[in-house]
């Protein structure tokens, strides 16, 4: 029981960090690292990589007119909705989390550049409520210990 409660109050954690901790104005810097091939904000359009804008909440391989990979495609039928966890877990390692993505980026190791980044992009979902879609995600693990 020790285990299951110390298990959920880390994975609060890493979401709370994610979600508190991150501060836009660095996470506009990390965002130097996307910018080649990611566009947000007013007039961002699908280039190497798609928009960003409203990527919170959306499920993966869904934004309209870019040509994702068969295996982005098939995560975001599986219910992969990208929300600030898939998001970092995603972006932390991306082949390994997506294995087949034709995203060309090795990772973010460092986990506050992570937080700042998701910090950054949130700011360009305003109608994403982190309860609401990240539910799902978290609800295998919440429910099976809640009971
Ligand atoms: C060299 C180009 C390139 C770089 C650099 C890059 N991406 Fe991507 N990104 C892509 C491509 C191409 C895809 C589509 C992947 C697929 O279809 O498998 C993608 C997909 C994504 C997706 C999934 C979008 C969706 O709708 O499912 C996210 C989120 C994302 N990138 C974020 C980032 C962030 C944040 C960075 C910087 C840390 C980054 N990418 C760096 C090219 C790039």
Known sequence: MKA???GL???GLTAGVALADGDPA?????FGKCAACHSVGDGAKNRVGPALNDIFGTPAGTVPNFNFSAAMVQKGKDGLVWTPD???QFITKPQ????????PFAGLPNATDVANLTAYLL???PNYTPDAAAAPAAAPASSSAAQ
């Open 4 to 6: 299951v409660v110390l």
């Open 9 to 11: 109050a880390l994975v």
């Open 26 to 30: 660095a996470g506009k810097t990390v």
């Open 86 to 88: 898939t998001f970092a």
């Open 96 to 103: 390994a989390f997506v294995p087949g993505t034709k995203m």
């Open 123 to 125: 700011t360009f979902s």
